[in-house]
């Protein structure tokens, strides 16, 4: 069973701790349970209500009216809300919802409709990264098990991989840029994007995917001569050395531009050699994948 403690809830809703509390003894909402050690946690349950609760007093209703409510009236307001960004946090908080019960049909469900009314570039950077930002959050304070954020990044990984595989194929080229994560870094979603990103725009990509050891780059680059070479970082263990790993790949190819994006880059104080180019958001990585 899934356990949050009071500063998980404040992390995914936006309500603030103190917050909470004065609702949990004024209006009887959102009661902690508490461990046979007394220890206060939330279940799935609790962080559903959370964010429904955080959904509606962001959007201007009262927490008086709010806690007055049953969870069909609840729903049956939320419902009736059409603004587009009320609409599109309660996706994202139905895909959460989803990923804690490990419904993959209902998660599938979801990502299939909203792929089919805004296409996967819309849903990638509105939808999905939206929704990874929070499972993210969860992973890194282990309140999510692996099971749970494997089940449904595979779901998100299909749709990309389809989403490839009906661009149409590109005349015969050298490839020009090389994709990878480096070793220990296993999640791709973003890294695919990017891949997909680039194919539409009709770039030749030579894709290792997660987990690439040093020796396997330089080996694909001798044999294919890539113009470019792409790298995202994510999540790596905590013991990598960012700045290290940077200089020594910058060393091996001190004649190729290298790109660099990632979470990584914001979280902690990287140094971008003088052939390499740092992606502080996706804008800026659509931008230069344009530019090529």
Do not use: C
Request: charge should be neutral; charged fraction near 20%; aromatic fraction near 10%.
């Amino acid at each position: 069973m899934n356990r949050f403690s009071i500063r998980d809830i404040e992390n995914l809703t936006g309500i603030k701790a103190h917050t909470i509390r004065i609702w949990e003894q004024r209006y009887g909402i959102m009661q902690a349970r508490r461990t046979v050690t007394n220890i206060r946690y939330y279940d799935a349950a609790d962080l559903k209500l959370a964010l429904r609760i955080a959904l509606l007093n962001n959007y201007g209703y009262k927490i008086s009216r709010i806690s007055s409510m049953n969870e069909q009236e609840m729903n049956s307001l939320i419902q009736k809300i059409t603004d587009k960004d009320f609409k599109l946090q309660l996706i994202v908080n139905e895909l959460l919802e989803a990923t804690l019960a490990m419904d993959t049909g209902h998660f599938e469900l979801l990502l299939n409709m909203y792929l089919k009314k805004h296409g996967m570039e819309h849903t990638m950077e509105s939808l999905v990264f939206n929704f990874l930002e929070k499972i993210g959050l969860m992973w890194m304070t282990d309140r999510l098990f692996p099971a749970q954020e494997h089940l449904v990044s595979n779901i998100i990984y299909r749709k990309l991989a389809l989403a490839i595989e009906q661009l149409p194929l590109q005349p015969a080229q050298t490839p020009e840029i090389l994709l990878f994560l480096p070793e220990g870094e296993i999640h791709d979603i973003g890294l695919q994007y990017v891949n997909y990103l680039l194919l539409k725009k009709g770039k030749q990509t030579i894709y290792l995917g997660p987990n690439a050891p040093l020796s396997e780059i330089q080996f694909v680059y001798d044999a294919k001569h890539p113009k470019y070479i792409y790298l995202h970082l994510t999540s790596i263990v905590e013991e990598f050395d960012g700045n290290k790993y940077l200089q020594q790949l910058s060393g091996m190819f001190p004649d190729t531009t290298i790109f660099v994006s990632g979470a990584m880059l914001t979280s902690r104080k990287y140094k971008a050699s003088s052939n390499m180019r740092f992606f502080y958001n996706l804008t800026e990585a659509r931008n230069a994948i344009i530019a090529l």
